[in-house]
Nanobody
Framework: QVQLVESGGGLVQPGGSLRLSCKAS????????VGWFRQAPGKEREGVSC????????YYADSVKGRFTISRDDAKNTVYLQMNSLKPEDTAVYYC????????????????????????WGQGTQVTVSS
């Protein structure tokens, strides 16, 4: 069964850090394009960071550039989102996604108009940044 399970969300003060994890089962993340998205109440889902299947074409939204880092641990079949210097506007439900096809897409494409290429999504984890 194909599944993505996120964890690591929670409540953190402004300026703090969190690391989100997304563990895959039923397929190999190493061969997949992956991404992290977020959705705040009343807003559209936003592409935060997306990585091509080659892992050499990574996109970050301007709002998180320099603060967030996407990475993978192939041995654990897990993708991470390290979030530093968190701000209240980072508050949202965060989702991971994967594209299991063999077609190559860039990170910017995945996070933009290509998000429909993802065929596996996690259930989401809440991140709240507040003092």
């Amino acid at each position: 069964q194909v599944q993505l399970v996120e964890s690591g969300g929670g409540l953190v003060q402004p300026g703090g850090s969190l690391r989100l994890s997304c563990k895959a089962s039923g397929f190999t993340l190493d061969l997949s394009g992956v991404g992290w998205f977020r959705q705040a109440p009343g807003k559209e889902r936003e592409g935060v960071s997306c990585d091509s299947r080659s892992k050499r074409d990574t996109y970050y939204a301007d709002s998180v550039k320099g603060r967030f880092t996407i990475s993978r641990d192939d041995a654990k079949n897990t993708v991470y989102l390290q979030m530093n210097s968190l701000k209240p506007e980072d508050t949202a439900v965060y989702y991971c996604a994967a594209d299991r096809s063999s077609t190559y897409y860039s990170g910017s494409y995945y996070c933009g108009s290509g998000r429909g290429k993802y065929d596996a999504w996690g259930q989401g984890t809440q991140v709240t940044v507040s003092s």
